[in-house]
């Protein structure tokens, strides 16, 4: 029965493997993963400095 | 190979082909099932690794307490502190799904009602669904009653609300909950409300000053000091009061004097022999830590803090808690999901169950065909039986009305149990102890205090029963 455990073992890796290449690319692309030191961490936005200024001014009212 | 053993490969095969073409099917219909594919094949593994490593807590404390044997005691110890390591790692990295519990003698209360609980069933919250998975029709008992009885006293009140400490009652009301969820009417309302939530939430890193991300508060705070370091102590007991003697007595035929190398030579063997469930709870622990990457990769992915989010937006609305949210925990659990099966099942036949803290507020009822944690320990069922079935170890095994009303009280009170602890021997003990939450412990030790006296309890009426058989064939 080795035989067949292992092509058990084989399939569940191959849906193991499409889960992991599915959720890990997020994580990259966000910073939770392989982010440098000086780079900030979160959801990358199209916000640019004057939207910024504004949200900080709406936050302070 | 004999048509027995062909039949068996082939329901192996089958069980993980009906796996895979849910997964298939759900993701082509709608992308979103992938989250609920995680669960399933993350239980799969975790039924596998169960089988595999003979896996339960019940087992471990009985063979101690009744025979002395140390083996599955000391496997699942080393499990824990494996799985501490992987979360360790996990937890320094920022992807980690686990919330620590509050922390109080409440911990030591449940976790005695558990132990004794298990030992009465024969099983363990997970190793009945592993047994459930070999076939063995007690454990399956066991499961019902612990889902029963979960469902049934989350939403207990009428006179049970006099039992209600009046200060465990005004700060429920005061905590200002929406008005469906009624903080004050229910027994275990209040006591969560009331009682648990006021109590200190804390891990070994907090308590140093850490946070829990840092190096140092994962690996030295959380895993050395946590679990590393009792579980040595721990095993230091076992190994001075069940195995030590035996050792020495058979070293003592190899060689005359004895020292102190001796005995740790007698640890690490004791260890060693313990290797199917370490292994067994290696492979737990990756796939423990691993499921918190994925799944909060997938969280990311689709931008969205719990299920309940996911499966609004896929249409399905019944049973979601007023907060949005449905049982999601990102790890390996148990007992949750089978209350909510039961509260669902109850909640269609009329019943109404979401006015409390536990279904209406955080967990919710939804249909256990989507509800992410119900895949889980169904697919861990499956991964069971394929272990089983492909190692010739499955087989239907019928249980007597002896072992019925045994499985019945057991699981009834384990279903107690886990609800005053928030989680049974995986969520309450397993996993909060690996992570470092002060509260895994308390509940551990409530544990085997519960599994001795379980124990002592069950060997009295054992010979009170033989007893009383050898009187009647005397007359």
Same mark, same amino acid.
């Given at each position: ?61 | ?34 989250? +609920? ?14 089988? =595999? ?6 087992? #471990?404390?009985?063979?101690?307490? /009744? ?24 937890? /320094? ?48 008992? *066991?499961? +019902?009653?612990?889902? *029963? ?42 006591? +969560? ?29 959380? #895993? ?6 009792? $579980? $040595?102590?721990? @095993?230091?007991?076992? =190994? ?8 020495l007595r058979k070293r003592k035929k190899v060689k005359e004097n004895l ?22 709870? +290696? ?27 996911l499966l609004e937006r896929m249409g399905h609305d019944y049973g979601i ?67 089983a079935l492909l190692h010739n170890e499955f087989k239907f095994k019928k ?13 009834? @009170? ?13 969520? #309450? ?22 599994? =001795? ?18 009187? #009647?064939?005397?007359?």
């Open positions: 029965m080795k035989d067949e455990l292992w092509g058990v073992i084989l399939v569940v890796a191959i849906f193991m493997g499409f889960m992991m290449g599915y959720s890990l690319p997020p994580m990259f692309e966000v910073g939770m993963i392989g982010a440098k030191p000086d780079q900030s961490i979160g959801i990358k936005t199209d916000v640019n400095e004057d939207m910024q200024q504004y949200y900080k001014e709406l936050q302070e009212d | 190979m004999d048509n027995d053993l062909i039949k068996k490969r082939n329901w192996a095969f089958g069980i993980v082909a009906f796996f895979g073409l849910i997964s298939i099917a759900t993701y082509t219909y709608n992308e979103y099932y992938i989250y +609920l594919s995680v669960y399933l094949w993350f239980g799969f593994i975790y039924g596998m690794c169960l089988q =595999y490593g003979r896996f339960c807590f019940s087992s #471990a404390f009985r063979d101690l307490f /009744a025979v002395g044997v140390p083996r599955m005691a000391v496997g699942v110890m080393l499990a824990t502190v494996l799985f501490a390591l992987v979360s360790a790692f996990v937890t /320094a990295t920022g992807l980690s799904t686990f919330h620590a519990a509050p922390t109080s003698l409440h911990a030591v209360v449940a976790g005695f009602i558990f132990g004794v609980g298990m030992v009465f069933a024969g099983g363990c919250a997970s190793g009945s669904l592993y047994k459930t998975g070999e076939g063995n029709g007690v454990a399956l008992l *066991v499961i +019902l009653s612990i889902s *029963v009885t979960q469902a049934l006293f989350a939403d207990v009140a009428g006179w049970t609300n006099k039992l209600v400490p009046q200060s465990w009652h005004e700060s429920a009301v005061s905590k200002g909950l929406p008005p469906t969820i009624n903080a004050g009417d229910g027994w275990v309302d209040q006591y +969560l409300a009331g009682y648990v939530w006021d109590q200190p939430v804390m891990t070994y890193a907090t308590m140093m000053g850490q946070t829990d991300e840092s190096i140092t508060g994962a690996f030295f705070s959380n #895993a050395f000091l946590g679990v590393i370091v009792p $579980a $040595a102590i721990l @095993l230091l007991f076992v =190994y001075l009061i069940w195995s030590r003697r035996s050792f020292n102190f190398k001796d005995d740790l030579l007698g640890y690490w063997t004791m260890i060693v022999a313990s290797k199917r469930t370490a292994i067994a709870g +290696l492979i737990l622990g990756i796939f423990c830590g691993l499921q918190m990457f994925v799944t909060q990769g997938l969280r990311v992915k689709f931008g969205i803090q719990n299920a309940g989010t808690s007023v907060n949005g949210t449905v049982f999601d925990p990102g790890y390996w659990y148990v007992t949750t999901q089978e209350a909510q099966w039961v509260g669902w099942v109850f909640a269609k036949a009329g019943a109404d169950n979401m006015d409390n803290i536990y279904f209406g507020l955080v967990n919710g009822i939804p249909n256990p065909a989507i509800n992410p944690a119900d895949w889980m320990s169904l697919a861990l069922i499956g991964g069971a039986a394929v272990m249980p007597t009305l002896e072992l019925a009303t045994w499985a019945i009280i057991g699981g009834a @009170l384990m279903g107690i149990g886990s609800r005053l602890g928030l989680g049974c021997n995986v969520g #309450a003990f397993f996993v909060r102890v690996a992570q470092g939450d002060v509260s895994g412990w308390l509940f551990g030790i409530g544990m085997i205090a519960g599994a =001795y006296i379980g124990v002592k309890f069950f060997n009295w009426w054992t010979e009170r029963q033989m007893a009383k058989e050898f009187e #009647a064939c005397d007359i």
